[in-house]
T-cell receptor, first 111, second 115 residues
Framework: QQQVKQSPQSLIVQKGGISIINCAYE??????FPWYQQFPGKGPALLIA?????SEKKEGRFTISFNKSAKQFSLHIMDSQPGDSATYFC??????????FGQGTELSVKP | KAGVTQTPRYLIKTRGQQVTLSCSPI?????VSWYQQTPGQGLQFLFE???????NKGNFPGRFSGRQFSNSRSEMNVSTLELGDSALYLC??????????????FGPGTRLLVL
């Protein structure tokens, strides 16, 4: 019940394309869903986050779509750039507690 | 504001030894969490400290322990190291760790290799 399942494990997208990463959770008590971006040799950095009472949140080229009834949320990266190549993690927590992370998606954007 | 800092950045130890890792949170942050990152298991929560008290604990054996000092700096210790403890150990800080949607900021990690 504490798991967050993330797919795909790896993703190759052409420059300018849309990258889509999906996550699913089971614990309905989760109330905070962040996405983190991690470059090699660095710690994860918060990219964008959403609450369950909002169905979509957009920040620049990054959009989270949230489906509460399906217990799924996804990250969309529009106009993907080579500089977006990194590992992306979805996560979930309840009331600011420990983050439960998905397994990660290694994104490669080809020029 | 300076970010989360972790020392050392790299460490090589042998089986059976013990190791202590250090984390300095962002100024003003009182909650410090530790995570272990491995290729196979991903990012897993170890424990969280707030006001020098362990407030949350993950599913790791007792060989993994931590503490927090009055200035919010934190250390984690791993005793009797095993090969499987080789990982990137990440520290994250937040203001209080309780407020809904509070952001956790991660440090660069300490990469531990156990031989």
């Amino acid at each position: 019940q504490q798991q967050v399942k993330q797919s795909p494990q790896s993703l190759i997208v052409q420059k300018g394309g849309i990258s889509i990463i999906n996550c699913a959770y089971e614990n309905t008590a989760f109330d905070y869903f962040p996405w983190y971006q991690q470059f090699p040799g660095k710690g994860p950095a918060l990219l964008i986050a959403i609450r369950p009472d909002v169905s979509e949140k957009k920040e620049g080229r990054f959009t989270i779509s949230f489906n509460k009834s399906a217990k799924q949320f996804s990250l969309h990266i529009m106009d993907s750039q080579p500089g977006d190549s990194a590992t992306y993690f979805c996560a979930a927590s309840k009331q600011g507690g420990k983050l439960i992370f998905g397994q990660g998606t290694e994104l490669s954007v080809k020029p | 504001k300076a970010g989360v800092t972790q020392t050392p950045r790299y460490l090589i130890k042998t089986r059976g030894q013990q190791v202590t890792l250090s984390c300095s949170p962002i100024s003003g942050h009182r909650s410090v969490s530790w995570y272990q990152q491995t290729p196979g298991q991903g990012l897993q929560f170890l424990f969280e400290y707030f006001s020098e008290t362990q407030r949350n604990k993950g599913n790791f054996p007792g060989r993994f322990s931590g503490r927090q000092f009055s200035n919010s700096r934190s250390e984690m210790n791993v005793s009797t190291l095993e090969l499987g403890d080789s990982a990137l150990y990440l520290c994250a800080s937040s203001l209080s760790g309780l407020a809904e949607q509070e952001t956790q900021y991660f440090g660069p990690g300490t990469r531990l290799l156990v031989l």
